[in-house]
C-alpha cells in the first residue's frame, strides 16, 4: 500500500471532498498525508484586484495600490493557513500522522514538485470538470500532474463545469 500521499486541496467543496478521501485512504493503508495548498495569481479568487491597475496621474496612489496588494495577499495566505492548520488537527484526530504546506506558484508544476521531494507514494488532486474554452485558457492541474508525476496519481471529480 502506500506510504506517503501527497492531497493537494483547495478551499471548495471538492477540496474538502478531496481531503476526507486522502484522510480515509491514509487510516486504512496506515500512510502519512501531506496536505498542499497552491496559491495561483492566475486562478479565481487569487487574481489580482481590480484596484491595482495603475494610475500614471497620481503616482502616489501606485504606492497605496501596491499596499493594498501586499495587505491583501498576507491576508489570503494567513487565512488559507489557518484552514490548513485546521484540516490537519482534523486528520491527526483522527489518527493519520499529518503536515502541511503552502506555496504559490503554478499548481500543477508545483504539486509535482512537492511530490518529489517530499517522496510522494501517491498524489491525490481533484478535477474540476472544466472544459472547452475554460479548460484550455485556464489549463488543468489534474492532466498537468497526470503527465509529469514521478509516481501514482488519484484524480478526484469534481462536478463538471461548462
Not at 26 to 40: D, G, P, Q, T, Y
Not at 131 to 143: K, R
Request: charged fraction near 20%.
Amino acid at each position: 500500500m502506500y506510504q506517503k500521499i501527497l492531497v493537494a486541496v483547495e478551499n471548495s467543496e471538492i477540496g474538502q471532498h478531496i481531503f476526507e478521501q486522502g484522510v480515509n485512504l491514509a487510516k486504512v493503508s496506515n500512510a502519512e498525508i501531506m496536505l498542499l495548498h497552491v496559491i495561483s495569481p492566475v486562478e479565481d479568487p487569487y487574481i489580482t484586484p481590480i484596484f491595482l491597475q495603475p494610475d500614471t496621474t497620481y503616482p502616489a496612489w501606485q504606492t497605496e495600490s501596491m499596499d493594498n496588494y501586499i495587505q491583501h495577499w498576507e491576508k489570503l495566505k494567513q487565512e488559507k493557513l489557518e484552514w490548513l492548520r485546521s484540516l490537519t488537527d482534523t486528520a491527526i484526530n483522527i489518527g493519520v500522522k499529518t503536515g502541511f504546506t503552502q506555496k504559490m506558484g503554478d499548481p500543477g508544476r508545483t504539486i509535482c514538485e512537492i511530490a518529489r521531494s517530499w517522496s510522494a507514494d501517491l498524489i491525490m488532486v481533484g478535477r474540476r470538470g472544466r472544459a472547452g474554452l475554460s479548460e484550455f485558457l485556464l489549463g488543468s492541474v489534474s492532466n498537468y500532474v497526470l503527465h509529469h508525476a514521478h509516481g501514482s496519481v488519484l484524480v478526484i471529480q469534481g462536478k463538471t463545469l461548462s
